[in-house]
């Protein structure tokens, strides 16, 4: 009877874990903070972990085609790299990784002192922007069940912007409060040997934007910084309500001035 069960079960983890789901997974909206680093063409490295969007066009590819119109909205954790380099006191430009998509970012300090020359009391305000692409696909073949043979590939760019304020209340803590916005554009094929499926193509588009707040702790060569917002995603007919959080740890590489 054990054994029976243990085959019973084994049966059932195996079946699950043959699902094809369709997903489109972005990296977040920016939320960053509101001071440049101050370090003209000296660059910076770091990581991110937080709450990305996932937009399920289909839970499974062997029994029903994407729908972009009625998605499933959600938030899954994913941690991605990022380079930095200042092409001048106030402009900052660098490079958002992660598995799904590669964007290309700037920041503009409008007033205020950047991160390397910054005083308690100091006021800031900036504005950034990214460009983003993605890419990815997937063959699925299982031999135990020829019907589940499956093929899919997704293709995405996106737009972001942000706007933001902050102030020091001591030289080494930063807080910050802000508004940033993106718009994903995705489209990609699939292929199902299910024929009620078949062959066939989808796209969509999906916005999502809202107020956010958070604090970072620097020095002049280490900056950790923690940023809260909230947001409406949209992606087709759905509309879901999402909170959202990011924790980022960015180290300055080269000399530091006094």
Not at 113 to 135: D, E, I, K
Request: proline residues 6%.
């Amino acid at each position: 009877m054990n054994g029976k069960i243990l085959i019973f079960l084994c049966l059932a983890i195996g079946l699950a874990g043959c699902t094809v789901p369709v997903r489109i997974r972005p990296l977040d909206r920016p939320m960053p903070s509101s001071e440049t680093s101050g370090r003209p063409f000296k660059p910076s490295l770091g990581g991110r972990i937080g709450a990305r969007p996932t937009i399920e066009l289909t839970s499974d590819l062997r029994n029903s085609a994407p729908t972009p119109s009625s998605p499933s909205l959600s938030q899954s954790e994913d941690v991605s790299l990022f380079a930095d380099i200042a092409l001048a006191p106030r402009l900052d430009v660098g490079l958002d990784l992660s598995l799904y998509q590669l964007i290309l970012r700037g920041k503009f300090q409008i007033f205020g002192n950047p991160v390397q020359t910054t005083r308690a009391g100091n006021l800031s305000l900036a504005v950034t922007t990214g460009l983003g692409v993605g890419t990815t696909g997937n063959d699925d073949k299982n031999t135990a069940t020829t019907y589940s043979s499956t093929h899919q590939s997704q293709h995405s760019y996106s737009v972001d912007a942000a706007l933001v304020a902050g102030v020091r209340p001591a030289e080494w803590l930063l807080t910050y409060l802000g508004v940033s916005a993106k718009y994903l554009d995705y489209n990609g094929s699939f292929t199902s040997s299910n024929a009620s499926v078949g062959t066939g193509d989808f796209k969509g588009q999906t916005v999502w934007w809202g107020p956010y707040t958070g604090l970072e702790l620097s020095s002049r060569r280490f900056r950790y910084r923690m940023s809260f917002g909230w947001s409406p995603l949209k992606s087709g007919e759905v509309q879901e309500n999402l909170f959202s959080s990011q924790g980022e740890l960015s180290v300055a590489l080269g000399s530091i001035e006094d």
